[in-house]
């Protein structure tokens, strides 16, 4: 197998190091003899450095595929094969685009050394060829395209915020004209009438507390009166328990008393007569002050919502001056949006034809998926053979091991009756050579 290739061979220092400054410490034995599981790691680091994928990101779409093909029981089989499958997929790719076109899983499973290091090479090759010219464009173009479409729509979204309020603002304003003009001529005619009340008021609360103080007074002085009462009569019982009385003095003493009491009488009626008088013209005064309260209270509401307005009225004009700068903002996002827009229908004519490389290549994958399983139907056919198979050796296994205990049963008893005849004929030969040295007097050692 030969490539195609149109870079250089690079030498084995020049892989190693090259692979370093990815983060990837690989010695040269490796390297001259590669083995598939060390081939397929720097393969799939190579990979990474070009389109960020590996092996890993491979295993969730195989178990989609796998669950998409109503496979429910996902052996590690299939999965570790349709992975295997799709990572060959991409390093293919990757390679036809390093212009090696004759790569394929032989390289991965069967490597050798002088066939890993010309991939290797235009491998690394591609991978700095696309590090010094594509991929700084291609990274600036995405993050501006990306940039853009974010502050267009967050630019929109606040551009239609600002005209939703806007409107709200002038139609609310429009409603609440003819409500701003009554108040504001109501305002007018509250505040001649305060003006007038505080004058009023001034003079009534003069008048008020003249009335208070005289009120004071002519309380001190019934309280006064009728002290002197109680006293004047109980000075009047005590006499008239120590004096008697003739009839022309207790004549006299009555109708002096009876013209002293129609004084009085009249004296506190004219005296009850002015405090109604001053009860009257203090509650009258009351209800004044609690209507000049309710008049403070309605103007002071008045110059709240007067300073509201006069605050509605200046976000009314900031917001005028920021629906000009947001105009001329969306002029230039127009401009910008077209030139995205552009850019978006190029993506969807890329996107277009690489979901037609994914569905033919969906449709192929659906194929080996289908003949995977027939091949998976045949071995679990097999395993279940195989079961029945092992469960027949289990069985005869079950009978050698009882038949083989029995043995050693008996062959145990055997041994044991073995020596007991050992240590009987012992013993029994002992007696007869002592008995043997006895009879031909020889001593036994």
Known sequence: MGAKGTYSLMSIPDIVDSLGVWGLTVEEDRLMRPTPEFVEFVFCACLAQVTGINREDLIEPAQDALTISSIEEKDNIYLSALTHNLLCYHLTRFANAARVDDFSAYDISRPTKDRTLLLL?????????????????????ASRSDALLVERDQISGKLAQVQKRIQELKAKRDEDEPLCQELRAKNKQLGDFVLQTKVAQQAVMQEVDLLKEEKTKLMERKEYIQRELEAASDANKRIKGRIVQSPERVKRSISTMSVSRVEYKKTVGINEAKTRDL?????????????LRTCIDQLQVVEKEMKSLQDMQKDLAELKDQLDDKKIERNELRLKQERVAKQLENAHAKLALTQQRAADKKAANARIIERLQAEYNDMDEERKENDLQLAEIRKEAGEVEEKTSEHLKASEEELRSLLKEYWSLKAATNVYMETLATKLNMKMS
Do not use: G
């Not at 009860?279 to 209507?291: F, H, R, S, T, Y």
């Open 279 to 291: 009860q009257a013209k203090i509650n009258a005064l009351v209800i004044i002050e609690q209507d």
């Open 121 to 141: 090479s235009a491998f690394i090759n591609f991978v700095k060829f696309t590090e010094q010219l594509c991929n700084p464009f291609v990274n600036e173009l």
